[in-house]
Each structure stands twice: as C-alpha cells, then as structure tokens.
C-alpha cells in the first residue's frame, strides 16, 4: 500500500512504481524503440545512397527524433501511459490526481527524458527517482506525472464510489477549470477512504473539501445536498469530461457551459405536461435515497456561509 497521504491523513489509493519496476520497463521500452530504430536506419540508408552528405546527415537526424523521441510521446498519449513496458510490468503513467495523461504531460516527459535517459544513459532519472519520495523522475515532476503500479498482489482496488443517483447530470455545466489538480487528489484521497474514517472526522473534511471546491468554482452551494454526495457528482462529472476528451475525438465535452455562463449548474428536468414549470435557479433536494455512510445528516447544526456544515 502507498504511504502517501494528505494533509488530513487520508490514504492515497494509488501506489507509486519504484526504480526496479521502471528500470525494467525502460529497458524493456528501449528494446523495442531501438530494435525499430535500427531497422529504419538500415532502409533509410539504402533508399538516400544517392543523397548527399548533408541531407544523409538531415535524414538521420530526423529518423532519430522521430523514433527515439516522438513515438514513444505518441505511444504514452494514444496508450494513455501504457506503453510495451509499463504494460508488461503492470505500470502506467497518470496525472498526480490519478487521471488519464494527455499529449502535454507526454511531450514534457518525452522532452526531459532526451537529457536524462538517454544522453546520460539514465544516470540522471535514477538518481532524481532515489531522492524522490514517490520515485519520480524530472519528467515527471515537471510534467505532473506520477508512475503507477496497476497490477499489486492482494492489494484491494479501490475506487471512487459512484455518486447517488438522484445528482446524475446536476452539474453537467459546473465550471471546473479552476480547481487546481492538488484540490481533485485531495478529494479522490478522500472519497476512495471516506468509509475506512470515523463519521464525524469524514463529514468535517468532507464539508471543508466542499467548501473548497465550492469556492474554486465560484458557484453556490446546492441546497440539500449533502457534502459527501456533492463531492462525488462533481468528480463522477469531471470523470466524464476527461473520458468525453480521451476518447470522443472532434465530439463536444459534456457539461460544457450553458450560453457561457460559468459556474451555472445543469438545467433541472422539465416539468410534466400541463404543470407548473420549475424555478430556473438551482435547488437541488435529495430524494429518498441512503447518504453515505461516512457524511451523516448534521442535523441543527449551523450551516457555513458556503452552504455545508461539519458535524457536531
């Protein structure tokens, strides 16, 4: 198990790969690369026999590039981290909050790991991965990253709970681009552990990861709907976006912002035929469904200026 934890002593669920494992999986990598490296240069060589010195020298230059360093960013982005080697040794690369990797954190690690894999023969990665207290290397300090084990003997997977079923689609048009990345690790921290906590202590971090994310989004706080719950809809939403990007090439992100108004929830569901339309501003009143087990109901509590209250 990781011994990574937040500043509230919540468990990380992800386990950080050590030197060994990567070790292993670079080489393993590099095997491939080279293997198709060499046999590109020796076709190359035949078909530019005609060329000149120079643009032999400008086509070598390019092949090198091209496979030593634009494939594997291309394989890490279109793989979303897994390439030959991470996936035989059961390894990935994700964001530090646990998300799929994207062509920017490809193209910094690719772009680092030029200098300290292979002009220095890994002898930089693998001192910058012994210091580290998560093995990373500078590619991925600079790019965000985080290598991962995904295949752990008896290690329990864990996680994010789905939300409740009664928020499906309420915040389908929450403005996230401003919740920074060490805000989401610490609620997916939270919310992959929230069972595993004494209630009251999980309802306090949950009603101040709340309170947090409320503010970073500058929208107001949905009325009934407990602290634990509201967490868990966002995340599930953010999700959504992220696998809408991944794999939905040239389709619309879900959730984009109604008429570009940001911080404006999703719309509410129409009324029945012959009825009453509903009020347009948000209100969201938990239908009849169990909360979960850690955020219990602080009744009479006062409520904070944000709208969720920590227990007694």
């Not at 035949?46 to 360093?69: F, G, I, R």
């Not at 291309?74 to 040794?89: D, F, I, Y």
């Not at 002898?123 to 500078?138: D, F, K, Y």
Request: hydrophobic share 50%; charged share 15%.
């Amino acid at each position: 198990m990781s011994d990574l934890v937040t500043g509230d002593a919540v468990v990380l669920g992800l386990r950080p790969a050590r030197l060994p494992s990567r070790a292993l999986a670079f080489f393993l990598d590099l095997l491939v690369y080279g293997t198709g490296y060499l046999a590109i240069t020796v076709g190359l060589a035949y078909a530019t026999a005609s060329l000149d010195e120079a643009a032999q020298a400008a086509v070598a230059v390019a092949n090198t590039l091209l496979v030593l360093v634009g494939v594997p960013i291309a394989v890490e982005t279109l793989s979303h981290g897994r390439s030959l080697g991470k996936l035989a040794c059961g390894l990935r690369v994700v964001r530090d909050d646990g998300g799929p990797v994207r062509f920017r954190h490809a193209l910094v690690r690719g772009a680092m790991g030029v200098v300290e894999l292979l002009l220095t023969f890994g002898s930089v990665a693998c001192i910058a991965s012994l210091v580290s207290a998560r093995g990373r290397r500078l590619g991925d300090v600079f790019g965000g990253t985080l290598v991962i084990r995904e295949r752990v003997p008896g290690a329990p997977v864990m996680p994010v709970p789905a939300p409740p079923p009664w928020l499906a689609g309420r915040f389908t048009g929450l403005d996230l681009s401003a919740v920074p990345e060490g805000l989401w690790l610490a609620i997916r921290q939270y919310l992959t552990r929230m069972n595993q906590l004494d209630p009251q202590v999980g309802a306090a971090m949950a009603a101040k990861l709340a309170d947090d994310l409320v503010a970073r989004t500058g929208a107001p706080a949905p009325a009934g709907v407990p602290a634990a719950a509201f967490l868990l809809a966002v995340v599930h939403e953010r999700q959504s976006r992220d696998a809408a990007r991944a794999f939905s090439a040239g389709a619309g992100m879900p959730g984009a912002l109604p008429g570009g108004a940001p911080g404006a929830y999703g719309p509410p569901a129409a009324a029945p035929s012959g009825s009453t339309p509903a009020p347009a501003a948000p209100a969201f009143a938990p239908a009849p469904a169990p909360v979960p087990a850690a955020v219990p109901p602080s009744g009479g509590e006062p409520v904070r200026s944000t709208g969720f209250a920590p227990p007694a």
